[in-house]
């Protein structure tokens, strides 16, 4: 029997995107992974644990579930958003990165980053990142085993499922907004957009302070509770709708459900993809602009790079006895 242990960002997170990409994950190595195979599941927000270890040295495989919890500057005793030091990382194997970006613009890593990523992360395997500059970033390290398959929330966004998102403005629309990057006047103007030009306006609550934020903007919408099947009842439901916010994977799992997305950008995320895949992206500082676009077509035509991500999928297909 198979053991494959999934680092799951999503466990005590205050971000249900990070739901979005571990649903992703899981989808995806449910396909390579198919019979006889055990998941175990452990954070990546708490520190390693010596069951932890045991476990992570006892599967086939390990994935760190996405997100962009790679950082330029890996603190040294408790990490970053990854809590791992030195220590556990010369104690892991088989450890590889599925769908993982850089945390935001940053230098390139220290010295101490340096050590703590080419110990943690495999030399044997192909990682899988989010985008071309966070394969530049671990490139600039001496990691060169990486394929940039883009975000596995991406994968399945291919140019037949694209062509059944529609191009033309919703009735009503739901939106989202970032609690821990906040521009009052920006972000106030977007919600005086979206009033104007939609029915009704829904906003999806995906932060821990996302409603207390909009709250203090605008009483004039409709909450969808913070829970990834609230948010995805409203887009599995027959109502007219399309995406606007500033959250890059409640965009992203919009348009898994065939709803046409504007994703704001805000940081690298949204800008590095949009200049991998081509997502459609308008950045904060030109919204402005945005009551012209959502009233224009909008075609969505995602550049995924297949051969990245078959590759990418295909060297565990040399193990037969794994899958």
Known sequence: MKKITILDTSVGTLNMGDEIIVDSVNRELKKLFKERTMYIKLPTHERISRYSHRIINDSNFSFVAGTNLLSSKHNLIRGNQWRINLLD??????????????????????????????????????????????????????????HNTGCPTMWELTKEHCSGIPKKKAESVVFTLTDYNKNPEKDSKMIEILNKNYNKVYFWIQGSEDYEYVNSLSNSVIFVNPTLRSYDDLLESDEDLDYVGTRLHAGIRAMQKKRRSIIIGIDNRALEKQKDFSINVLERDD?????????????????????????????????ESLV
Do not use: C
């Open 89 to 146: 990382a010369n104690k892991f194997k088989n450890v590889i990165l599925m769908g993982v970006g850089w945390n935001n613009y940053q230098d390139n890593p220290n010295f101490y980053t340096n050590l703590v990523y080419k110990k943690a992360l495999t030399e044997d395997y192909f990682h899988s990142v989010r985008d071309s500059y966070t394969k530049e970033k671990l490139k600039s390290i001496g990691i060169t085993n990486v």
């Open 287 to 319: 919204i402005s602009n945005l009551e012209v676009l959502i009233n224009n077509d909008i075609l969505t035509d995602i550049n995924l790079n297949m051969d990245s991500i078959n590759a990418w999928r295909e060297q565990f297909f040399t193990h």
